[in-house]
């Protein structure tokens, strides 16, 4: 049973949330993948959903999410990360994903 107090369209506002920040990075080419249609791939779904998770607190999912969509999508960036990030770039994944379990407790909601 659905608590009271419980807004209706919470999964839609998390989604028009994520959504909103997938197409302002598009948008302001933060990310210089070049035109918008560039933006929208499955590395960027993989971001996405990242947002998404992030937004639900579930923070290791938008950890995990976060760090295998920007992995492929790295070779199509015209920035690219130097080779002493690329070598730590999972170990530090790990340690993030270690912190997100963690902390995870602290974000998790009772259910009465």
Known sequence: MRDKDQNPFAGIAKFLIALGLVMIVAKLDLLKLGEIPDYFTWQMLLIFFGIWSLINLELVS???????????????????????????????????????????PLFKKHKW
Not at 76 to 101: C, H, K, R
């Open 62 to 104: 938008a950890v995990l999410l976060f760090a295998a969509g920007f992995w492929f999508l790295m070779p199509d960036m015209t920035v690219q990360l130097s080779e002493t990030y690329t070598n730590i770039y999972w170990p530090a994944v790990l340690v993030l994903t270690g912190l997100a379990f963690m902390i995870r």
